[in-house]
């Protein structure tokens, strides 16, 4: 008897012992009286499945089981069917079960689970880690009519039943939001949703080769590192340049390619492949793995003799199934078609002239047939960065109007061309280019050329009926297109074509004196002093300075400094040539000039000369010169330019106060 208290002391110590540890250690407590509910507003799962589940298992109320395991390259199904898993529905499953949340809760009344969805044939759904053991599972009930309304995205979000089936966690029902708006939509039709219904599944990135096969012709593209990039081109049937936005078009329309349907192949009868020519190949091929050629993957799709045909059947050679795949254009603007696929080598290749590196080019030299050529350097002595200069006849470096150099390498590099004469030329008299009219050579830094040359062919005997077809290609190369007159009126052959804009340099700093002839009025001569902004004027031989309005005169030097062209017409402009024979307008600047070291000379006189194109009361077109008068000697400019109506309008503005 002496033992009793002994024991009951024991027996109180270790009791006081376990409910302490009971109530400090959350593990201890959740295992004893399971896990308590939690809260409305918060995650149901915060788990991360999404990173670290393997396996994942889904059972249907018909017996439908679906197990699918991670491996390198995304979901494999083990069952229902051995195939690929689409990542889409796979990320929508990630989605729901990370992203429910708690709307409500209620305890487990196995009276009720069946008016939630939650009976025995739920639909349940088990997430495993590597190892092998359980994450979480739950299972998933019916949708009800109570909406949560999402402030971030301004829309509603639908709710389920959904009850965790873990030990710890079955005796609470929740209600929680449904973030991907209709979870039930995951599993219809005996998961067949989860099979990847897209032939094709790859990144770009990896790939070595794509081959097209069709009609008993192929088409390669292979890709090889340049620079430490990847750049892709055409090796089979012709090696040529190729078009990249075809390119990533091409990629993006295989990875969107999806299909309508897909089977087992024992549940299909494919059509007998006896015609070749009804059968589209696509093949890609990954890069080597630690030297390790991979085998192609291949695509066969039968298209169907029939015109009206809306789909194809297709294999894959990595998968044990049959595609119906859309064969021609839907009202679906996201669906992507085998109509739409690039698959002919004109779709594909390149339908730019050439291509040109800025960075590398040196020189740029147009040779027309029928004059010296203009030769384009690249000044890398210019004291802020490289500028483009003409050399002229005199070698001296002369600036050039940049827009002009914009256009020719817009012409070349960017503009597509009409279209692809052929790629096998033999008699070039076709095409104009046994003689060229035109000739462009870009000579980079290391002294490599890219030549093209351009022929013209015109056709029709009458102005009415005559027609002009330009043709070009790469020098020495029986490849050749037709080109656009857009195009080729972007390309300046004469050295006159590059001049800037602006017709000459009058600083106003060194403006001393203006005088205006015209045709039908006496002689204006303006006397100017930049520093105390004066003028002074007479007209004939009568002083008319108090007349002058000067802020006419400020304008009338300010449109003279800066007088433009819109276009220069050269040495050999007939019409401009006769017309300035009788200007009716002239206006001399004089300048004032001095030498190096400040001492001044004789001032120079610059002259502008300008005429009417006709005597039309309506003629709005001018043509301009420019003649020099230094020491006494006429220099011309040899080019004509035309002149703007608004300019003639400010240039004959009048001065004076009446």
């Not at 045909?309 to 021609?328: G, H, I, K, M």
């Not at 002093?529 to 004939?540: L, P």
Request: with cysteine; hydrophobic share 40%.
């Amino acid at each position: 008897m002496r033992y009793i208290p002994t024991i009951l002391l024991t027996i109180v110590t270790i009791t006081l012992v376990t409910l302490a540890v009971v109530q400090t250690d959350e593990r201890f407590s959740n295992r004893i009286f399971g896990i308590p509910p939690k809260a409305e507003g918060e995650i149901l799962f915060d788990i991360p499945v999404r990173q670290l589940a393997q396996t994942i298992e889904v059972r249907l109320p018909d017996g439908t089981t679906g197990v699918f395991e991670r491996t390198e390259r995304g979901f494999i199904a083990k069952t229902p069917w051995n195939d690929r898993v689409s990542t889409k529905f796979i990320d929508g499953l990630f989605a729901f079960t990370q992203g429910a949340t708690i709307v409500d809760t209620f305890e487990r009344d196995e009276e009720k689970l069946p008016s939630y969805g939650l009976g025995e044939k739920a639909t349940f759904v088990l997430f495993k880690d590597a190892d092998g053991n359980d994450m979480m599972s739950y299972n998933l009930g019916r949708k009800t009519a109570w909406h949560i309304y999402d402030e971030e995205n301004e829309k509603n979000i639908p709710t389920i039943f959904l009850r965790p089936t873990d030990d710890r966690l079955k005796n609470n029902v929740y209600l929680v939001t449904d973030p991907v708006e209709n979870v039930g939509l995951l599993f219809r039709d005996q998961l067949k949703g989860f099979r990847d219904h897209r032939p094709f599944f790859f990144h770009p990135g990896y790939l070595d080769s794509l081959r097209i096969s069709q009609n008993g012709r192929d088409i390669l593209l292979t890709k090889e590192q340049v620079d430490g990039k990847d750049i892709w081109q055409i090796s089979k049937p012709l090696n040529l340049r190729i078009d990249d936005k075809a390119l990533t078009k091409l990629f993006s329309n295989l990875g969107r390619l999806t299909a309508f349907d897909v089977r087992n192949q024992d549940a299909v009868t494919l059509p007998e492949d006896n015609a070749r020519s009804n059968v589209l190949e696509i093949a890609y091929q990954f890069s080597p793995i630690n030297g390790e050629t991979i085998p192609e993957t291949v695509m066969r799709a039968y298209l169907p003799k029939e015109t009206n045909a809306q789909t194809a059947l297709a294999t894959v050679s990595d998968r044990n199934a049959v595609f119906t795949l859309p064969l021609t254009s839907t009202i679906d603007p996201d669906v992507v078609t085998l109509s739409q696929l690039q698959v002919n080598v004109n779709d594909l290749r390149a339908k730019n002239m050439c291509d040109l590196k800025a960075r590398d080019l040196q020189t740029i030299a147009i040779q027309p047939v029928d004059q010296p050529a203009v030769l384009l350097t690249l000044d890398r002595k210019s004291p802020k960065q490289p500028q483009w200069r003409l050399l002229d006849f005199q070698n001296q470096l002369q600036p050039i109007n940049l827009k002009t150099l914009e256009e020719l390498i817009a012409a070349v590099v960017v503009d597509p061309v009409e279209k692809f004469a052929t790629d096998a030329a033999t008699d070039l008299t076709r095409y104009g280019l046994d003689n060229p009219f035109l000739r462009l050579s870009f000579i980079n830094r290391d002294q490599s050329v890219v030549g093209i040359e351009f022929g013209r062919i015109i056709e029709g005997e009458s102005p009415e009926t005559r027609r002009q077809f330009y043709f070009g290609r790469i020098a020495n190369t029986p490849n050749i297109w037709q080109v656009s007159h857009e195009s080729m009126s972007k390309i300046a052959p004469y050295p006159w074509n590059w001049r800037p804009l602006d017709v000459w340099f009058i600083p106003q700093i060194d403006v001393k004196g203006i005088y205006i002839e015209r045709d039908d009025k006496p002689t204006v001569a303006l006397s100017y002093d930049y520093f105390r902004e004066a003028w002074g004027a007479e007209i004939g031989e009568t002083d008319a300075s108090a007349e002058l309005n000067h802020n006419r005169a400020n304008r009338l030097l300010s449109n003279l400094s800066e007088l433009k062209t819109p276009r220069w017409l050269g040495p050999f402009h007939r019409g401009a040539r006769e017309a300035l024979m009788t200007p009716f307008l002239r206006v001399q600047i004089v300048i004032e000039n001095e030498d190096d070291d400040g001492n001044p000379l004789t001032p120079i006189t610059q002259i502008l000369s300008v005429a009417r194109a006709s005597d039309s009361p309506a003629n709005r077109v001018y043509y301009g010169k420019i003649t020099s008068d230094a020491d006494g000697t006429l220099v011309d400019d040899p080019d004509y330019f035309l002149i703007p109506h608004k300019n003639i309008q400010q240039l004959t503005t009048e001065l004076f106060e009446k």
